[in-house]
């Protein structure tokens, strides 16, 4: 461990079977509470009956309708209504976005501005209110980190936010059994990739936390398989819920150099082209590998060797392996890893590009993945 | 992942050179702080002199003197001394045993009765005061869980106790320089058996713990002899202080079944015979692995075959060169790995075996770990 670091993580996390009942124990008498939700599937799946019986005898109102990708319209409306009914405590019943949008709920409501100014100038933030979730779907992290990413469907922009912890999270693997095909596969790529970001940039800097990035990797290729052949396997989705939230809640990130240009060029895609952010990442991560093979070669090298076992060879030959495996892994959970799969094309490239010089955006951990730059990554992904 | 299990740990961690110096911005201004401390090497090693200068402006008082195995007799003058100055926070400085001592000062301060009553019965805890840490000596994990071993001298009798969580702990590896090489060594001992109390037991309850598990010890076994070569390396003693953290913070410890005999019978022997902690369990962990060989069978082969590279021979000639090699590895840092080096025989064993017959004690993860089969053990460890 070379640097000096902070570390706090405050999230109490309900990990198991029938948790969601825990709710009554959990959250707060004597508050007004707004629990949020997404787009219904919760009155599908079941969590919905069991939050509405925990939630017996507390003092609540609701807000449907938190999208994919939240957008600070349709916050407007949730803070809207936060404010009219003074409430004071927040439920989040959802996937990431539910829990980002709520996030960027708790810290509007207090603030007497427009909520995309606190996007766009977190120091803005004074009082949030203190918020819970229950997760429904495995990727993002959200459930267990202060950050979220927001989306202003006006501008056709997409942000990171950081605010605050969710005091806790349920998290109950049955309710993951009915999601879709499509959307495991893009909580798998999207928890594989957030430890990449931690991971594939400096050696050297934690033989620790290296070695914990690499064991939430080999975990995902081990259980995606089983995941893929049954997702009423229990422990598989289990497992999956885990390493989820372990990938994005600090524990891998002490004192190592992040990068974070993945999912930062991954935004404008699904800013523009309104794809599902997991599926971008899958794309997007490979023309990384390609283009900052020499910037990234150490850890490339260690990757290849100790998450997929590629030792054979020369060192080139190794890192060609190496971005090949990482692409066969996210065929084999199903996902597009090339942008013409998607009908994405020279346009939306030169779209990305002109922002990105315009916004003198510098990406990646050596700042140096510019709108030139990352023209060239998405050409190797075309 | 097969089990339910709950998580939180508030404890917020500031690492890395320098880093005693936040103390100022940490700690709270309008508090009476009592600063609790061991025997005074802090007054050589600089850290002191760090201590006060970030003190400036505080209301605090000292207390000095608490000892390895910190017991119940020391302590009662510290709840004294702190009732009597109505003290509201306690900052501890120094090791394990510092920071152990100053959760069982935290909660008795409010507490009416006698301290030992507290440890025999947690349930009588009520409020405690909040509290923090400056970390001096790797190894027991006290930084940054709720979890302390207190000893009652008088009796010859030392228990587990479990209070609350470091409000936040100073981690600055610079400090460790001039630890002495047994209390380096011991301290790696002890977080290595603190992982394997949580991991040489059940298998397949969750691949993701198991691979952090084995991270943890794999970076131990890297780092061991560059911290016996030169223990100025910063990044190699830093890099342990991490792991000695990150071994007993509940990070490896979801919904996997844990074990605790070796602890526990050592704990008998630093209270019969006054041997440091990590020693006796160095010495212990052998005599459990050879007696509960077949009950351990599944995890000393993943165990053998994942940390120290064991995969030639039958399963029987593997389990046999796994204890060889976590035998060996301790002895590569300096420890004993057998009674008779410590002159510790028959007399002690009969003793323990005593003690655990009338206390009806059973331990480990089948719970089968009785006296007879403690006696089993010890005379393994001969």
Redesign the interface.
Known sequence: ???????????????????IANLAQELPKDEKILVTYGGGSVKQNGVYKQVLQALQGFNYIEFWGIEPNPTVETLRKAIALGKQEKVTYILAVGGGSVIDGTKLISSAIPYDGDAWELVLKPAKIGKMLPFASVLTLPATGSEMNCGAVISNAEKQEKYAFYSSFPQ?SVLD?LVTFSLPDFQIACGIADTFIHVLEQYLTVPDE???MD??S???M??LI??APKVTADKTN??AM??F???AT?ALNG?TA??VTEDWATHLIGHEITALQDITHGQTLAIVLIGVMKVLRKQKRAKLLQFGARVFHIVEGTEEQRIDTTIVATEQFFRSIGLATKLHELNIGAETIQAIKDRFLKRGTHLGECGNVDGMLTEEILNECL
């Open positions: 461990m070379k640097t000096n670091f902070t570390f706090q993580n405050p999230t109490k996390l309900i990990f198991g079977k029938g948790t806790f693997p934690s033989p620790l070695r914990w690499e064991g939430i080999q975990t081990e259980l229990y422990e289990a497992e819920m885990l390493c372990m524990f002490m004192g």
